[in-house]
């Protein structure tokens, strides 16, 4: 009985680690994510300071486009996935 709950334990404590993992990792994207959306943005004023509110238009539309879809996927957060959801053996 012992050994099954030592390797509950060690089975939770994998679960842990992978989701702590998926977590940082998603911070990480989302800061990126977020830093690129700024730079659409200031890219999209700096066409209006230079006169080209097209292409402004053009950018902020591509951003708000991706946002939506984005939204609408839910790919933005890659830990709302179970670690259940992961093989038990991936090496075979």
Not at 8 to 27: G, Y
Not at 44 to 50: F, I, K, R, S, T
């Amino acid at each position: 009985m012992a050994m099954a709950e030592r390797g509950h334990e060690a089975q939770l404590m994998r679960e842990q680690a992978i989701l702590q993992n998926t977590l940082s990792v998603d911070i990480i994207g989302r800061f990126f994510s977020l830093l690129f959306a700024l730079a659409g943005l200031g890219l999209a004023a700096y066409a209006l300071h230079l006169n080209y509110p097209k292409v402004a238009f053009a950018i902020v539309t591509v951003l708000l486009g991706g946002a939506v879809y984005t939204i609408a996927t839910g790919k933005e957060s890659r830990a709302k996935k179970t670690t259940h959801d992961a093989p038990e053996n991936p090496t075979s």
